[in-house]
């Protein structure tokens, strides 16, 4: 058996044209796969499945493989699901991947697996545990900065964050539009811009879960940013069953 834990990406359901014929397909960036790969980890493909039995069935047997989970990036989630209108602003909502991804964020809770989720990896977690967003912020998608500095984040000290990029001041990149705006019962705030978003989150009581609102992929050539999929990748290997 690898030594290599098995760490489990979330997918996102696209229509790919495929010869002028649109193909639904479940997908995911490369850098995702780059990041696990350079940390150590085995990366898998989590495909959304369906409501039935023998959905759920694959669901749970899915998750029996993996050692780890990345809660990746992705399209808006809507904001039924929050209790809120859909704001103009609000866009590539999936409602199918919404569901399928709240199943999977009280699965890891529960089974605490070890967890990092990005962008709309966070969002998704602070939503499906009671929380709320913010449908759209100006000056935080800053793409032409996706592999560099866009703003400052300040880091709480004493969290499982601080221990990887250190407390105090550090630098990410940014890339969404929506953000945190009550967070749901049991989650803390590690980390927020200069402007006050959440830029991080932990459960409390637990260490099994990191959540970020930057894309630490895109950044794998710091060793700080590799780091939380090094943090990731040591976390899973240590929960495995002897």
Known sequence: MS???????????RDVDYEGTPERCDTYPHDYVHSVIAAGGLPLLLPLNDESD???AVFAELLDLVDGVVLT???DIEPAAYGAGTHEATKYTDAERD?????LMHQVVERRIPTLGICRGLQVANVALGGTLVQHLDGHDAEHLAAGDAHAIAVEPGSRLASLLGAGESEVNSLHHQAVDRLGPGIRAVATSPDGVVEAIELEGSDHFLAVQWHPELLRHRPDQLGL?????????????P
Do not use: C, K, N, Y
């Open 3 to 13: 030594d290599r834990p098995r760490i489990g990406i979330t997918s996102w359901p």
């Open 54 to 56: 023998d959905g759920q």
């Open 73 to 75: 990036g992705g399209g």
């Open 99 to 103: 569901a399928w991804d709240t199943r």
């Open 229 to 241: 999929f090094r943090d990731l990748v040591h976390r899973s290997r240590a929960s495995r069953t």
